[in-house]
Nanobody, 123 residues
Framework: QVQVVESGGGLVQAGGSLRLSCTAS????????MGWFRQAPGKEREGISSISWSGLNTHYADSVKGRFTISRDNAKKAVYLQMDSLKPEDTAMYYC????????????????WGQGTQVTVSS
């Protein structure tokens, strides 16, 4: 059974940082593109970052480019999202996902979702 589990969310002041972690089990981790998505109240879920199986190719939505950094550790079956210079508009539920490697990007099809971790940025 595939499990994708996020952690690291919380409450932070604007300008602060958080690091989200995601671990996956029950799948061949390094066969997947991994991505981070978020959904704010009343808004659609959006892809914000993805990373290829090797870690060599990364993609970012314009809204987070230059502030967020995605990375992965295949030995630990983990993917991370370092979030710096956080803004109140970054407040959302953040989801980790295993995506199709052949189309690795923030719009790549998602095969497995995590349950999400809440990030709240206060002004």
């Amino acid at each position: 059974q595939v499990q994708v589990v996020e952690s690291g969310g919380g409450l932070v002041q604007a300008g602060g940082s958080l690091r989200l972690s995601c671990t996956a089990s029950g799948l061949t981790f390094d066969a997947y593109c991994m991505g981070w998505f978020r959904q704010a109240p009343g808004k659609e879920r959006e892809g914000i970052s993805s990373i290829s199986w090797s870690g060599l190719n990364t993609h970012y939505a314009d809204s987070v480019k230059g502030r967020f950094t995605i990375s992965r550790d295949n030995a630990k079956k983990a993917v991370y999202l370092q979030m710096d210079s956080l803004k109140p508009e970054d407040t959302a539920m953040y989801y980790c996902a295993a995506q199709s490697q052949s189309l690795c990007s923030i719009t790549a099809p998602v095969e497995f979702w995590g349950q999400g971790t809440q990030v709240t940025v206060s002004s």
